[in-house]
């Protein structure tokens, strides 16, 4: 025994030391390759070379850093110097669902296979970086690339990041989490400077990269284009380096957003690390090239300030095994297994709003003609609008789903409503000044199609040329004179359903008063359309439920109501702090129109003791919460139980309630589970800006139970010490 013990103690001490000269070869191995470089090649690593390429040394056997979009899949290849398509037939990708439809499934486990999958088609495409997630809070319903975006809720937000970044990355593809930070508008995105207090940054805008960073070991952070406090983002020193680098020990790259530079020696001090952009294709005029070269030169930045830069871009390049002697991940591309993702995903984001008088779903085998009516039931998304896109091979529509699900079944099909828009100037297809004039043959034509058929199925809702990045939406209403199409379809054929296609909160409030069933979906996918059939039709029964708050007016909005959306003409100041989405209109008993977390099933689920395992809680204790859930219905379904805390008596501005804790569970009809959920107390903390850090107010909190913000099922009160 004792000789068993001594050679496994051996066996350990060989095991950590050899662990210890691994790390130490490798720190060796990075400033090995630092020092044989030029100063010239090194700076030339810290800026692009191509639209989307930073240059690599070739004779020290370190690759060029090739990055792609990718908050919808992985963008198809363009050409080195310019924008337009390479024309390769090989890059066609996946079109990954939309952040928000990726959100609205509250499904960890089906973020991590989604980002896997996306990872690997990276891989496929020998991309060392992938620009993705794009993470900034949802603060107002306008916001032109809200599409593209989470939650307005920080502990959601947060929660979804993290095994994205993780999916990712373990294909040896950096995930690039952007846009860092407070950037939440498209308007004056490059010059507007946004003034935030610190208690509203680190409660509500930072949580989701502090997760990324610290719990999902993020390789690469994209540094915004907007000021903040004053200083741009790609040289905002306290962004940058104090808390990215200082507070939450990131190690990795900072890569700024493209032409979002300013300045050659403030963004080398402050923190930048990769300069990319967009307009000038001489690459010696960057800021990060001569430039720089020159301010080393003349000692107004130290070399060593370049050379931690370099090992910053070198410690990503191995930790993804684009340098060094282990093989990088290979990958696969737009394979069945991706596009069942997509499915999967897509099928779990539907939203159902409204299902008054059982409209849905709908009975195949009672129907003989459908009338499919809309620009959305054959509009594809993958490759529209500004900003990022996909080139795939599969983008199956409403209309396709349902000639291919059920060919028996007669389909009249009208367009019913097109993009119109208002005479200008603006030399683009995107983001133009919006019609919302009802085209009257179409109409008519919409009408001819619903009387001849058992049910009117419309596709209504927005496009990726109407939310786009670079601009905002100018209000919340339905584009293209949708709600007097939709009444003049219901009053054609009162079996008439309506589909939402789009990806931030529209005005739904006629729609909703119009039918009797609503769906809303969102830019989807590859095979969006399958899902949304599948849902109309049950053969999958809706679970999604909104990540956003839907406001009865613009002006109920917090931003609006406060009157700082989109600020300007320099400054924009977060006035409504902490009190974003749903904790504003909760707080100040602003009733919404569909509520943060909100959505309905083909069943009803019903909740029931609630408990905690204790009455009284330390600041470093979990909380363990025990409640049981039952489908009441006839139905299987998945239902998504939420959690969130107040404190009726504290001594700070809080929120009415804020979400701690989350879980789907899915039941068979009539099946009851007891669920278990776990909230740290350090979950409860709020930022105290005296003295610098979290704290956990003591005194008695309340936890309720509920199927929304607004559905509470069930409450139970707990003290912190």
Same mark, same amino acid.
């Given at each position: 025994?004792?000789?068993?013990?001594?050679?496994?103690?051996?066996?350990?001490?060989?095991?950590?030391?050899?662990?210890?000269?691994?790390?130490?070869?490798?720190?060796?191995?990075?400033?090995?390759?630092?020092?044989?470089?030029? !100063?010239?090649?090194?700076?030339?690593?810290?800026?692009?070379?191509?639209?989307?390429?930073?240059?690599?040394?070739?004779?020290?056997?370190?690759?060029?850093?090739?990055?792609?979009?990718?908050?919808?899949?992985?963008?198809?290849?363009?050409?080195?110097?310019?924008?337009?398509?390479?024309?390769?037939?090989?890059?066609?990708?996946?079109?990954?669902?939309?952040?928000?439809?990726?959100?609205?499934?509250?499904?960890?486990? !089906?973020?991590?296979?989604?980002?896997?999958?996306?990872?690997?088609?990276?891989?496929?495409?020998?991309?060392?970086?992938?620009?993705?997630?794009?993470?900034?809070?949802?603060?107002?319903?306008?916001?032109?690339?809200?599409?593209?975006?989470?939650?307005?809720?920080?502990?959601?937000?947060?929660?979804?990041?993290?095994?994205?970044?993780?999916?990712?990355?373990?294909?040896?593809?950096?995930?690039?989490?952007?846009?860092?930070?407070?950037?939440?508008?498209?308007?004056?995105?490059?010059?507007?400077?946004?003034?935030?207090?610190?208690?509203?940054?680190?409660?509500?805008?930072?949580?989701?990269?502090?997760?990324?960073?610290?719990?999902?070991?993020?390789?690469?952070?994209?540094?915004?284009?907007?000021?903040?406090?004053?200083?741009?983002?790609?040289?905002?020193?306290?962004?940058?380096?104090?808390?990215?680098?200082?507070?939450?020990?990131?190690?990795?790259?900072?890569?700024?957003?493209?032409?979002?530079? #300013?300045?050659?020696?403030?963004?080398?001090?402050?923190? /930048?690390?990769?300069?990319?952009?967009?307009?000038?294709?001489?690459?010696?005029?960057?800021?990060?090239?001569?430039?720089?070269?020159?301010?080393?030169?003349?000692?107004?930045?130290?070399?060593?300030?370049?050379?931690? $830069?370099? $090992?910053?871009?070198?410690?990503?390049?191995?930790?993804?095994?684009?340098?060094?002697?282990?093989?990088?991940?290979?990958?696969? !591309?737009?394979?069945?297994? #991706?596009?069942?993702?997509?499915?999967?995903?897509?099928?779990?984001?539907?939203?159902?709003?409204?299902?008054?008088?059982?409209?849905?779903?709908?009975?195949?085998?009672?129907?003989?003609?459908?009338?499919?009516?809309?620009?959305?039931?054959?509009?594809? #998304?993958?490759?529209?609008?500004?900003?990022?896109?996909?080139?795939?091979?599969?983008?199956?529509?409403?209309?396709?789903?349902?000639?291919? #699900?059920?060919?028996?079944?007669?389909?009249?099909?009208?367009?019913?409503?097109?993009?119109?828009?208002?005479?200008?100037?603006?030399?683009?297809?995107?983001?133009?000044?919006?019609?919302?004039?009802?085209?009257?043959?179409?109409?008519?034509?919409?009408?001819?199609?619903?009387?001849?058929?058992?049910?009117?199925?419309?596709?209504?809702?927005?496009?990726? !040329?109407?939310?786009?990045?670079?601009?905002?939406? $100018?209000?919340?209403?339905?584009?293209?004179?949708?709600?007097?199409?939709?009444?003049?379809?219901?009053?054609?054929?009162?079996?008439?359903?309506?589909?939402?296609?789009?990806?931030?909160?529209?005005?739904?409030?006629?729609?909703?008063?119009?039918?009797?069933?609503?769906?809303?979906?969102?830019?989807?996918?590859?095979?969006?359309?399958?899902?949304?059939?599948?849902?109309?039709?049950?053969?999958?029964?809706?679970?999604?439920?909104?990540?956003?708050?839907?406001?009865?007016?613009?002006?109920?909005?917090?931003?609006?109501?406060?009157?700082?959306?989109?600020?300007?003409?320099?400054?924009?100041?977060?006035?409504?702090?902490?009190?974003?989405?749903?904790?504003?209109?909760?707080?100040?008993?602003?009733?919404?129109?569909?509520?943060?977390?909100?959505?309905?099933?083909?069943?009803?689920?019903?909740?029931?003791? /609630?408990?905690?395992?204790?009455?009284?809680?330390?600041?470093?204790?979990?909380? =363990?919460?025990?409640? =049981?859930? $039952?489908?009441?219905?006839?139905?299987?379904?998945?239902?998504?139980?939420?959690?969130?805390?107040?404190?009726?008596?504290?001594?700070?501005?809080?929120?009415?309630?804020?979400?701690?804790?989350?879980?789907?569970?899915?039941?068979?009809?009539?099946?009851?589970?007891?669920?278990?959920?776990?909230?740290?107390?350090?979950?409860?903390?709020?930022?105290?800006?005296?003295?610098?850090?979290?704290?956990?107010?003591?005194?008695?909190?309340?936890?309720?139970?509920?199927?929304?913000?607004?559905?509470?099922?069930?409450?139970?009160?707990?003290?912190?010490?």
């Amino acid at each position: 025994m004792r000789n068993f013990l001594l050679a496994s103690l051996m066996g350990l001490m060989l095991s950590c030391t050899s662990a210890q000269t691994d790390e130490n070869s490798d720190k060796s191995n990075i400033d090995e390759l630092i020092s044989q470089m030029t !100063l010239e090649e090194k700076v030339h690593m810290l800026h692009g070379k191509g639209k989307f390429t930073s240059a690599g040394v070739a004779r020290l056997g370190i690759p060029h850093l090739k990055s792609a979009d990718g908050p919808l899949g992985v963008r198809e290849e363009i050409q080195n110097d310019s924008w337009a398509p390479a024309g390769w037939d090989n890059d066609f990708a996946t079109f990954f669902p939309a952040g928000g439809g990726l959100s609205s499934t509250w499904n960890l486990d !089906l973020v991590r296979r989604y980002s896997i999958a996306m990872g690997e088609e990276a891989r496929a495409r020998e991309k060392h970086v992938l620009l993705a997630p794009a993470v900034n809070l949802i603060r107002s319903p306008l916001g032109g690339r809200n599409f593209e975006y989470f939650t307005e809720d920080p502990f959601l937000n947060k929660k979804l990041v993290v095994p994205f970044v993780q999916g990712l990355q373990a294909n040896d593809v950096a995930s690039c989490v952007k846009h860092y930070a407070i950037n939440n508008q498209e308007t004056l995105r490059g010059s507007i400077d946004v003034q935030a207090d610190e208690r509203t940054i680190r409660e509500m805008y930072l949580p989701v990269f502090e997760a990324a960073v610290k719990e999902g070991n993020a390789y690469s952070v994209m540094s915004a284009y907007n000021r903040f406090r004053g200083a741009y983002l790609s040289e905002n020193d306290y962004m940058l380096n104090t808390i990215l680098r200082d507070e939450w020990g990131f190690k990795g790259f900072v890569m700024s957003d493209w032409g979002a530079v #300013h300045s050659t020696k403030e963004s080398a001090l402050y923190g /930048l690390d990769i300069e990319m952009g967009t307009e000038i294709d001489n690459y010696d005029d960057w800021f990060f090239s001569e430039a720089l070269i020159a301010a080393v030169r003349n000692g107004e930045v130290s070399e060593s300030v370049i050379d931690q $830069k370099v $090992k910053n871009i070198l410690y990503v390049m191995e930790k993804i095994h684009a340098i060094g002697s282990e093989p990088q991940a290979k990958g696969t !591309l737009n394979t069945p297994e #991706h596009l069942q993702v997509a499915y999967d995903v897509a099928a779990e984001s539907v939203v159902m709003l409204k299902n008054d008088n059982n409209a849905l779903p709908l009975k195949s085998s009672k129907i003989r003609s459908i009338a499919v009516i809309g620009d959305n039931a054959k509009r594809k #998304h993958a490759n529209q609008g500004f900003g990022a896109g996909v080139k795939t091979r599969t983008e199956v529509t409403p209309y396709d789903a349902l000639v291919a #699900h059920y060919p028996d079944m007669k389909v009249n099909y009208a367009l019913g409503y097109k993009e119109q828009y208002l005479k200008n100037d603006l030399n683009r297809s995107w983001g133009l000044p919006v019609d919302y004039v009802p085209n009257e043959q179409l109409v008519a034509e919409a009408v001819a199609a619903a009387k001849a058929s058992d049910v009117a199925v419309v596709f209504a809702g927005s496009n990726r !040329l109407v939310e786009t990045e670079a601009e905002d939406r $100018k209000g919340l209403r339905l584009p293209f004179g949708q709600e007097a199409l939709i009444k003049a379809v219901k009053a054609a054929n009162p079996n008439t359903i309506v589909v939402i296609i789009a990806g931030s909160p529209h005005d739904l409030s006629e729609i909703d008063a119009t039918v009797d069933g609503l769906l809303w979906s969102w830019f989807n996918g590859s095979r969006a359309g399958d899902a949304i059939v599948d849902v109309l039709f049950g053969e999958v029964n809706p679970s999604g439920k909104l990540p956003v708050t839907f406001p009865k007016r613009l002006e109920d909005s917090p931003a609006h109501a406060t009157n700082s959306f989109p600020g300007g003409p320099d400054v924009v100041t977060y006035e409504e702090g902490i009190l974003v989405g749903y904790r504003w209109f909760d707080t100040q008993n602003i009733e919404p129109f569909y509520p943060f977390g909100y959505g309905l099933s083909y069943t009803s689920f019903e909740y029931s003791d /609630l408990s905690t395992d204790k009455s009284s809680y330390n600041a470093g204790d979990v909380i =363990k919460v025990s409640l =049981k859930v $039952k489908n009441a219905g006839a139905v299987d379904g998945k239902e998504i139980i939420q959690l969130y805390t107040s404190k009726p008596e504290s001594d700070i501005q809080r929120a009415a309630r804020e979400l701690k804790g989350f879980g789907k569970v899915a039941l068979k009809a009539g099946e009851e589970k007891l669920v278990t959920l776990e909230i740290p107390v350090k979950e409860l903390a709020y930022y105290d800006v005296e003295a610098k850090g979290w704290s956990v107010e003591p005194g008695t909190y309340d936890l309720a139970s509920g199927a929304s913000s607004r559905d509470l099922r069930g409450k139970v009160s707990f003290s912190v010490k």
